[in-house]
């Protein structure tokens, strides 16, 4: 079976972040004409990050040299379910509290975000990725989900793409953290409850990783 590639166009959901307090300049123009990315190096540092599918010292960030993308990796998120399986196992989430330090003068907007993995379903099994992204102080949080249904197994890709129209940028002038929170779930059905199905966001050599492609414009005034 060749790999199965699933997008999802969100359109308005991403734009439900930091809807309170952004300059109107900030946002996207009547036409998808962005910024070049700033020269000068962007540092995203983890302040936090909890969760069953990234125990300490499995998770780790880059940034792109071109500052148009970030790069989660993995090595230990496993959700299955079915079999011997620990009944916990059938849920596992990662949260990401980002301290994303941007050259002055410039903002970002989160504008796409690929996921990949590998999936071992049965027949009548269901695996699901789901991601949510909020910046902090805000109480608006966007989701995306994607399902992938039995018998499958092969690599599986995700993307949440946000509509350019409708791109929300981060606050000129203010350090708000990013929070990115990840989960995949696993539901054995009933049709072969006795063996394991699973769903990772890894690969056997760690080296799967989750690509968060990043839009800029430069500040008001600036």
């Known amino acids: 079976m060749g790999s199965r590639r699933r997008g999802l166009l969100l359109?308005?959901?991403l734009a439900a972040l930091l809807t309170?307090?952004?300059p109107a300049q900030a946002k996207a123009s009547s036409s998808p004409v962005f910024d070049d990315p700033p020269p000068d190096k962007i540092v995203i540092n983890v302040a936090t990050v909890n969760g069953s599918g990234c125990p300490q010292g499995t998770t780790a960030v880059a940034v792109s040299?071109?500052?148009e993308?970030?790069?989660v990796t993995y090595s230990a998120y496993l959700a299955q379910a079915g079999g011997n399986s620990?009944?916990?196992a059938f849920r596992r989430n990662c949260q990401l509290n980002l301290v994303v330090h941007v050259p002055g003068g410039f903002t970002y907007a989160i504008?796409?975000?690929d996921y990949r993995g590998?999936?071992?379903l049965q027949p009548g099994a269901i695996g699901t990725q789901r991601a949510s992204y909020y910046f902090q102080g805000s109480s608006n949080t966007a989701a995306a989900s994607h399902p992938f249904s039995g018998p499958y197994n092969d690599n599986w890709q995700a993307t949440d793409t946000n509509d350019w129209a409708q791109l929300v940028w981060a606050p000129c002038g203010v350090q708000r953290n990013f929070n990115i929170n990840?989960?995949?779930r696993v539901n054995a059905g009933s049709a072969n409850p006795g063996k394991v199905s699973f769903m990772t966001m890894d690969s056997t050599d760690g080296d799967i990783s989750t690509v968060y492609h990043l839009a800029w414009k430069q500040c008001p005034g600036k």
Do not use: I, K, R, Y
């Open 11 to 13: 359109g308005g959901a």
């Open 20 to 22: 309170a307090g952004l």
């Open 65 to 67: 040299e071109d500052n």
């Open 69 to 71: 993308a970030f790069t």
């Open 86 to 88: 620990d009944p916990t």
């Open 111 to 113: 504008a796409s975000a």
């Open 118 to 120: 590998f999936a071992s």
């Open 182 to 184: 990840t989960e995949l």
